[in-house]
Each structure stands twice: as structure tokens, then as C-alpha cells.
């Protein structure tokens, strides 16, 4: 029977702790894990069919060992359940009848879950052997009002019920299977105690963090996880994290991989990379916290990005050059569009370059005129036009005094002369 409770829970306190000469280890019916009693029957022998006292009453059990003088084994913590007797015929009979009315009896609740529409999965019936209680075994996301429901099941069993709810991790225990090692479940086959798993268990196993692989059927954290944790903590000690920025004789770099199996670690910059050992990543390299490595630079011929317009690649050929119509109706030529790339620090891409129109050449009329007059209480703003002038004169004196810039204005000749006329004042 799965998930026995093999304590004095339920029992009087009063009663007195029993002594035992022989102990067994016995195991129950659709269970992965055998469980220590106490007997005073000398020549029990593996494969005996016996009946054992359990926290659910009379249960039938299958001795795994022969039993064993209770003198070398040291004191447990909780007294021993007993074994009563071996089992005869009648018991097995009991047994074997006992697993039809379950069967039953999985049905008969199944049935008014659904009528009661209830959030339960039932997982297992089992009756004790004297068919006086039987437990339902049930798995859901909440908790559960099954008042209604044992009523119910009360009326139609005459029995005492017990319902239980478990986890995901004990229902994998129960139902069992294959892991992804290609080996029975670590909680079906000898677990009997569910470790905390965290994820900083596979953080010092320098795992990658994804659930999915990390998860097994219950869909938690494997328990695997903690069986080499001290192991990976002992060997990664003092060694920087991953990802950390280290200076290695001299130059930085990052940490990008580590192998502690291996005795492996790999360091990368924008220029190279260093494949050292785990004892000189823990002895011969510095932490350094706020330094940052370069990353790397950009492949020979690639064009820079930040280009001011009208900058060309050196490289490009000089007849790739050519003036579009729209170019020429504004009086670019294709003389003026070849000019060469300088690696300048004052060539630098202009955020607030007013593109002209294509119809910029053309004479404006007097209505356009007119509509395009700036407001006269614009014009008395004096501050707000003087801040922007500034900004004007000094990026057309920048792009004056770069020659591989080509800056033509298209005001107007009356504008031209006024602002002529204050320069040189």
C-alpha cells in the first residue's frame, strides 16, 4: 500500500513501548519501498506473506528480508508497528477480494466527484484488510469541500473513509516511471524523504538555467540536483561567477566558460580568447567590478555607421559618383558630390538637417510668400531667435571649414544680403 505511515500517530500515548527480540523489512502492495517492523517470529523467510499493523489498520505485507536479530540494530527514534502473524489462506483470499471491491469502490467515487463537480483527481483506493476503512488517495490545485462527498460515500460503502490529499512529487512517487538518465524515479525506487531542490543547485553545477531539462515528471526540480551539490560547492570555491570581467596578465577580459570536470575555463575580449586551467582562473586572475570589456570592432571594409552627409568611402570608385535629377535642378553637380572619407572627430551626423524640397529651385509667388511670412509677434521674440541663430552660425561655420562637406543655402538673395550686411558690421 502506498505511502504508509509507519509511526505511532493515532495510538494511545499511554500505551506502553513494546520490545521486539526480530526485526523484518517488509514491503506492501503496489509500493516501491520496504519498511522495518518488529516480530517475534524467528524463522520468517523472504517471500513470507504476513499481516502487519499499520496507521490504517491490518495491512498484508511481503517480507524482503529473513528476520534479523533486533540486538545490532541501534534504537529508532519511533517504536516499531508489529507484525501479528503470517498470513494463511484466508488472509490471502481477503487480499485478493479486497482489490475488486477497490476497484469498485474507485468507481463509485469517481462518480460523485463528477456529480458534485468536484477539482479532484483520484489516484488510488485502497481497503484495509478487514474491508473497516478504506483511503482515497486524490490530487488538486486547491483545496477541496468534500463534506458532501462523504456523505455520500458513507451511505454507499458502510465503511469509514479517509480521502488524502497529495503533491505533485508524491504522485510521481506513486505512479513511478522512467527519468531522463533511462532509470526508475529517484522517489519510486529508494526515496523516502523529498529534499528542498533550489535552483542555486544548478547555478554551482554551472548548468543552463532552463526548467524544462532541469524538471522531471512532476514537473519539479530534480532530485538528482542535490546529490552533488556539496561536490560542485567544494570545487568551485573561490572561483570568480560567470559572465564576471577578470584581468589576466595584464589584460581584461570575461569570463564566458568554465569546466570544473575538465579543469577548463575559457576567457574572451574584442581580440582574442584564453583557454586556462581552474587553478590559474583561481590564483593568477583579478576581479575587476565596474570595468567593462570592449566589444569587438568591426570587420575590415565594413562603412562606419555614423557618416556626415555627403561623406564618401575612399575606396568607392571615382565614376560611381552621379547627380540625380532632383540634384541637378538645386545645382549639385557630381563634382561636388566626390569628396573622400576622413576619419575626423568633426564629422559628425547632423540631428537637425533640414532637407530641401524638390521644388526649392522654383521662383516662389507672391500668395506663397505670403503664407510662408513668419507672424510679426514671432519676430519680437528676441531671445528664442538669437539662441537659434547662434546654433545656425556655428553649424554652418562647422561644415564651412570641413571640405569634404558640400553646403549650399537656399534663401532667398534679399536674406543673404541682410545677413551679410550684419557680419560684416
Do not use: W
Not at 42 to 57: A, M, N
Not at 143 to 170: M, P
Not at 180 to 207: P, T
Amino acid at each position: 500500500m502506498p505511502n504508509k505511515e509507519l509511526t505511532a500517530a493515532g495510538r494511545q500515548p499511554e500505551a506502553p513501548e513494546r520490545h521486539y527480540e526480530y526485526v523484518v523489512s517488509v514491503r506492501f502492495h503496489n509500493s516501491g519501498r520496504s519498511y522495518t517492523f518488529g516480530t517475534d517470529i524467528p524463522d520468517l523467510k523472504p517471500g513470507d506473506r504476513v499481516v502487519v499493523e499499520t496507521s490504517q489498520g491490518l495491512e498484508l505485507a511481503v517480507a524482503q528480508t529473513a528476520s534479523t536479530s533486533s540486538a545490532i540494530y541501534p534504537m529508532p527514534r519511533t517504536p516499531l508497528m508489529p507484525v501479528h502473524r503470517i498470513a494463511d489462506e484466508e488472509d490471502t483470499a481477503d487480499f485478493n477480494e479486497n482489490l475488486e471491491y477497490a476497484r469498485q469502490a474507485m468507481e463509485i467515487c469517481e462518480e460523485e466527484i463528477k456529480d458534485l463537480e468536484l477539482g479532484m483527481h483520484l489516484l488510488s483506493g485502497d481497503y484495509a484488510l478487514d474491508r473497516s476503512k478504506i483511503l482515497f488517495v486524490y490530487q488538486a490545485e486547491q483545496r477541496v469541500d468534500f463534506r458532501e462527498l462523504l456523505k455520500r460515500l458513507s451511505s454507499r460503502l458502510h465503511c469509514r473513509i479517509e480521502l488524502r490529499q497529495i503533491g505533485e512529487r508524491d504522485k510521481a512517487k506513486m505512479v513511478g516511471g522512467i527519468g531522463v538518465c533511462g532509470m526508475e524515479c529517484c522517489c519510486a525506487r529508494f526515496k523516502s524523504k523529498m529534499d528542498v531542490i533550489s535552483i542555486n543547485m544548478a547555478k554551482n553545477q554551472l548548468l543552463a538555467l532552463n526548467t524544462e531539462k532541469l524538471s522531471g515528471m512532476c514537473g519539479k526540480l530534480m532530485c538528482c540536483l542535490k546529490y552533488e551539490d556539496a561536490n560542485y560547492k567544494e570545487l568551485t570555491a573561490g572561483l570568480p561567477k560567470m559572465g564576471a570581467h577578470v584581468e589576466y596578465e595584464g589584460e581584461m577580459y570575461r569570463v564566458t566558460s568554465m569546466n570544473v570536470m575538465t579543469n577548463e575555463a575559457r576567457l574572451e575580449n574584442s581580440e582574442r580568447f584564453e583557454v586556462i586551467t581552474i587553478d590559474d582562473l583561481r590564483e593568477k586572475t583579478i576581479v575587476r567590478k565596474g570595468v567593462t570589456v570592449g566589444r569587438k570592432s568591426p570587420q575590415r571594409g565594413a562603412r562606419p555607421t555614423h557618416v556626415a552627409p555627403g561623406v564618401r568611402n575612399v575606396h568607392e570608385a571615382h565614376g560611381s559618383f552621379s547627380a540625380s535629377e532632383s540634384e541637378k535642378s538645386r545645382g549639385i553637380s557630381a563634382e561636388s558630390k566626390d569628396t573622400s572619407y576622413q576619419k575626423d572627430a568633426s564629422l559628425k551626423p547632423l540631428r537637425n538637417e533640414r532637407k530641401p524640397k524638390n521644388n526649392a529651385a522654383q521662383p516662389k509667388t507672391k500668395t506663397q510668400s505670403n503664407q510662408n511670412a513668419r507672424p510679426a509677434n514671432a519676430r519680437k521674440s528676441g531671445s528664442g531667435n538669437n539662441s537659434r541663430r547662434r546654433q545656425e552660425n556655428a553649424r554652418r561655420a562647422a561644415d564651412a571649414a570641413n571640405p569634404n562637406v558640400t553646403v549650399r543655402s537656399f534663401k532667398s538673395s534679399k536674406t543673404r544680403a541682410s545677413e551679410a550686411e550684419k557680419e560684416t558690421k
